[in-house]
């Protein structure tokens, strides 16, 4: 049987490489996330995929699984140790090969298959790797499963089993892209700027976005593992730059930008303006709730407070529930909910059926806006962002905070927020007229202006967000509140950017 796994294993050593290293702090809300080989090596997946057979027979669920790698240059061998653990723990599993989260997703329902482990770092930069888990389509899994899988793994819980079949699906990528391009091809004429980062989109978005009709222009869809010019991050500002430089040098009519596994889509209008993911989700639910009476929508708690207040929704009699951040959360919640799409402000939208299969899809939310600026033929991007109710809002700012300690202070902020609103207190020359608490604190001012503070899922930092549907004076001055509270903990460090 494989060790116990240990966590203070260092490369080059003898040890190293003849023990599993998974360090706890990998296993994220709800999924999974490590430097490659600082904190995981081989035998360490290896212990992954066994701990991830044993997850399946303790909850009943056939020992089948979808498994897909994206484009980085150890990714095919992080996920043949992962494999080899999976077999060792008697799965049936079915390689897709290179693919995006999304097409993984897509393969369970294609192949009829119970389970998926996406091997993938998704946005973050080169040296992480990862793990996108699920076992009953199309969710993934959330705290509970990855707390189970994580107390397996590093107790050495697993078993081996015999059993373990091996099904190389050579067609999956085909099948993916004729999937999403069955369909109408647009009555419209749209020139389409597909921004990929270097990233795996590249092999599949363009030819996609062409097959229904659009014109594409193709930004870094080469693929490129050492990511020479940005991250492939649709909340990357140097990500929607490039793509807004592309627009206004083509006269394209969208810009489109897609994360590194392709389950996430950022949008540039026409005059070269980017528009926050959440911006977008309220365009693209006043185009659906039209078609769509009384639509119910989900979205995260870091998004715009349109989605509350917007008046075309109302009218559509459209209604929108405020839920926890992350991919997995929205998913759910929306699954459960029956929500007709799910709405997060990092760019993953869930379109649940009729309108999609329930999971994230970048590619699909880039056809959503194509048939919105199809069924609006006189109108132009910039015409449909500029018809929304004006806000001013800050993108997502993410100061440096330890995985061990962001909880933790997280936790102080928010009951020093809820201190505040018990005693009346004014936070940024306003009273505090609601806190949202179901993921940190949404701290909700008497004009609508709102600040959030959370801690981030998936990386050693904060999340921080304000918006404020009256000045950008007011919001400055909440996102100082709020930054006058984060100075108090040594523990948060630097931004990656601020207003």
Not at 91 to 99: P, Q, R, S, Y
Request: aromatic residues 8%; negative net charge; charged residues 25%.
């Amino acid at each position: 049987m494989l060790p116990i796994p240990r966590a203070d294993l260092k490369p080059n050593t003898a040890d190293f490489e003849r023990l599993p290293l998974v360090k706890p702090t990998g296993f994220r809300e709800y999924d999974a996330r490590w430097r490659f080989p600082e904190e995981i090596n081989l035998m360490g997946l290896n212990a992954v995929g066994l701990g991830m057979a044993k997850l399946f027979t303790e909850r009943g669920v056939p020992r089948r699984i979808v498994v897909g790698h994206d484009y980085r240059w150890y990714s095919g061998a992080v996920k043949q140790a992962l494999m080899t653990g999976l077999l060792a723990g008697g799965c049936e599993v079915h390689d897709i090969g290179l693919a995006l989260s999304p097409m993984a997703y897509y393969a369970q329902f294609a192949l009829d298959v119970e389970g998926v482990a996406m091997v993938t770092a998704s946005h973050n930069d080169n040296g992480w790797t990862g793990i996108k888990m699920g076992l009953s389509r199309p969710l993934t899994f959330g705290p509970e499963e990855m707390g189970r899988l994580k107390e397996i793994v590093l107790s050495g819980a697993y078993e081996t089993r015999v059993g373990g079949r091996y099904i190389y699906v050579p067609d999956m990528a085909e099948r993916y892209i004729a999937m999403l391009s069955d369909r109408p091809k647009l009555k419209r004429h749209l020139k389409v700027v597909a921004a990929c980062g270097n990233g795996t989109a590249g092999a599949f978005a363009p030819r996609v976005l062409e097959a229904v009709g659009c014109e594409v222009i193709p930004l870094n869809a080469d693929l490129d593992h050492s990511f020479p010019n940005h991250n492939p991050n649709p909340e990357d500002m140097a990500m929607l730059h490039a793509v807004a430089a592309k627009v206004k040098e083509t006269g394209a009519d969208v810009g489109l930008a897609f994360d590194g596994d392709g389950d996430r889509c950022g949008v540039v209008d026409n005059e070269g303006h980017e528009i926050f993911a959440d911006k977008v989700g309220v365009m693209l639910a006043r185009d659906i709730s039209a078609l769509h009476k009384d639509a119910r929508f989900v979205a995260d708690v870091k998004s715009t407070g349109l989605f509350m207040t917007d008046p075309v929704l109302a009218a559509n009699g459209a209604k929108t529930t405020y839920w926890k951040t992350g991919h997995s959360y929205i998913k759910r919640f929306s699954h459960e909910t029956k929500a007709l799409v799910g709405f997060e402000k990092s760019g993953h939208f869930f379109f649940n059926p009729p309108l999609g299969r329930g999971y994230d899809d970048g590619i699909v939310a880039a056809l959503a806006v194509c048939d919105m600026l199809d069924r609006n033929p006189g109108k132009s991007m910039a015409d449909l962002k500029n018809a929304l109710p004006k806000t001013w809002q800050s993108p997502t700012m993410s100061p440096h905070c330890g995985d061990e300690v962001k909880y933790g202070v997280v936790e102080k902020i928010v009951d020093r927020f809820k201190d505040a609103a018990d005693t009346c207190e004014d936070i940024a020359g306003q009273k505090v007229r609601e806190l949202i608490t179901v993921n940190g604190v949404r701290v909700v001012l008497e004009d609508g202006t709102w600040g959030l503070i959370r801690a981030s899922s998936n990386k050693p930092e904060l999340v921080v967000v304000v918006e404020s549907p009256t000045s950008e004076a007011n919001m400055k001055e909440i996102f100082a509140a709020l930054d006058a509270e984060l100075s108090k903990h040594p523990e948060v460090g630097a931004y990656n950017q601020k207003i």
